[in-house]
T-cell receptor, first 114, second 113 residues
């Protein structure tokens, strides 16, 4: 079956703009989480959604937001972009939100802020 | 504060040898620990999950151990191959936090032929 699909794969934005990234989970998976990966900070948890509800949130400013739709697809949005937001944004899906579920990552969206 | 450390930034070994990667953590009581492989420019790929009540888990040439007393996990790749060259990440899966994985910085493994 198809894996986690993220779009767009690459994008360049200007400081102050906003960006929306999209994620389609593996069919049947209802939990979607987002991570930011940078060379300096590594992989950091942004937030997790299950049944259209945010269950967990990482330590990121309010400029980072997300949502999940009834078909489990998810989007994340970053407003007022800063240079430091340049990163690989990874979406991951799993069957459910409980600990111990295997988590499958997409290939990520590379965001460059100039 | 909570911390996860992977033993080294890079590990170079000869083809055919066993690679051993270390993951240490402090101020956690994880229920699970997971290992992922990540190739440049790609998303992490799940390899193995081990539960706190399991000492060891194997999958083909991979073996993971989990010592909750030492707060350490060891990840072994036996009969390593150049194709095993990648970054390996350990991640803690704290109980009651759903899928909020906490990742180590990763170890770059280079297997030379």
């Amino acid at each position: 079956k198809a894996g986690v699909t993220q779009t767009p794969r690459y994008l360049i934005k200007t400081r102050g703009q906003q960006v929306t990234l999209s994620c389609s989970p593996i069919s049947g998976h209802r939990s979607v989480s987002w991570y930011q990966q940078t060379p300096g900070q590594g992989l950091q948890f942004l937030f997790e959604y299950f049944s259209e509800t945010q269950r967990n949130k990482g330590n990121f400013p309010g400029r980072f937001s997300g949502r999940q739709f009834s078909n489990s697809r998810s989007e994340m949005n970053v407003s007022t972009l800063e240079l430091g937001d340049s990163a690989l944004y990874l979406c991951a899906s799993s069957l459910g939100p409980g600990s111990g579920n295997t988590i499958y990552f997409g290939e990520g969206s590379w965001l460059t802020v100039v | 504060s909570q911390k996860i450390e992977q033993n080294s930034e890079a590990l170079n070994i000869q083809e055919g040898k066993t690679a051993t990667l270390t993951c240490n953590y402090t101020n956690y009581s994880p229920a699970y620990l997971q290992w992922y492989r990540q190739d440049p420019g790609r998303g992490p790929v799940f390899l193995l999950l081990i539960r706190e009540n399991e000492k060891e888990k194997r999958k083909e040439r991979l073996k993971v151990t989990f010592d909750t007393t030492l707060k350490q996990s060891l990840f072994h790749i036996t009969a390593s191959q150049p194709a095993d060259s990648a970054t390996y990440l350990c991640a803690l899966d704290p109980p009651r936090y759903g899928n909020k994985l906490v990742f180590g910085a990763g170890t770059i493994l280079r297997v030379k032929s």
